[in-house]
């Protein structure tokens, strides 16, 4: 079976949309028995292209490391929006099984309610305490590089936002000044109940290319990227009236889509077998 295995992961991630609209073609068990058979990372690139009910399910139906391998491997915010249409008991598993940054990660997202901008932030935020010096804050952000962004947030003792400056400022100044010195406490900050809508038509994207969010008592919570917020419209607009099925059929040939459909029904008759005939465990 590997052989086919491949060939699905290779088409999994060259074409996820494509073979997602035959995995939504399976019955439940075979889908669950397909996914658990392909690579995570091929799983984590299907699963947004799934129908979000349909993903949600078969994510659920996953064995719980296999499940939370996957959800790693997802962006932050798509993974919450799964993880919402779920039974509280599987995302109690899904949860349990994941390293706890990544937990608390998506913690903080499903904290608030969908369709708002704490539901869609970025999370895991470098910030600057406002006590620190330049060599603080410079060391700070060579030991966490992948949180590094051109906009770096400080925040007070209590945590809440207290202003803002970019990487260039904080290389030109001295190692010994204090972070006050070069901080511009004017920063222009989204809700974290902000509806999407008001944050897409937001004026400070004219401006700024991330802003940072805060709760109604400004502790820093996370940050939003405009290219995060443009991918977001476009899923939105894409979504309506998208007959992909038929799109699928006429650009690529009624060959390969019946050929797919049948390696993917091939693979979860072969593992089905085998499972019967090893018998109950």
């Not at 491949?6 to 609209?21: G, S």
């Not at 998506?106 to 369709?115: E, F, K, M, Q, V």
Request: aromatic share 4%; net charge negative.
């Amino acid at each position: 079976m590997s052989a086919r295995l491949d060939l699905v992961e290779h088409y999994a991630m060259a074409y996820p949309d494509d073979v997602a609209r035959h995995v939504e073609r399976l019955d439940p068990g075979h889908a669950v028995v397909v996914l658990s058979a392909l690579p995570h990372p091929a799983v984590a690139a299907l699963l947004p292209h799934l129908a979000p009910g349909h993903a949600a399910r078969t994510l659920a139906d996953l064995p719980a490391d296999v499940a939370a391998a996957v959800t790693g491997l997802m962006r932050v915010d798509g993974a919450a929006a799964l993880l919402r249409r779920m039974d509280p008991a599987a995302v109690s598993r899904i949860m349990a099984a994941l390293p706890a940054g990544q937990a608390r990660s998506l913690s903080a997202l499903l904290a608030h309610d969908p369709g708002t901008a704490g539901s869609v932030m970025d999370p895991d935020v470098l910030v600057v305490p406002l006590a620190a010096t330049v060599a603080d804050a410079r060391a700070l952000l060579e030991a966490n590089p992948e949180h590094l962004y051109y906009y770096v947030y400080v925040v007070d003792v209590e945590h809440r936002l207290a202003g803002v400056f970019d990487l260039a400022e904080l290389m030109q100044a001295d190692p010994g000044e204090p972070v006050r010195a070069i901080v511009k406490p004017s920063v222009t900050w989204l809700s974290a109940d902000a509806p999407l809508e008001s944050v897409f038509a937001h004026p400070g994207w004219r401006a700024f290319d991330a802003m940072p969010v805060v709760d109604t008592a400004r502790h820093f919570l996370g940050m939003l990227r405009h290219r995060h917020m443009r991918q977001l419209r476009e899923q939105e607009t894409t979504a309506i009236g998208d007959d992909r099925t038929m799109r699928t059929v006429l650009a690529l040939g009624e060959i390969y889509w019946l050929g797919l459909c049948g390696l993917l029904q091939g693979i979860a008759s072969t593992a089905t077998e085998r499972a019967a005939s090893r018998g109950p465990s």
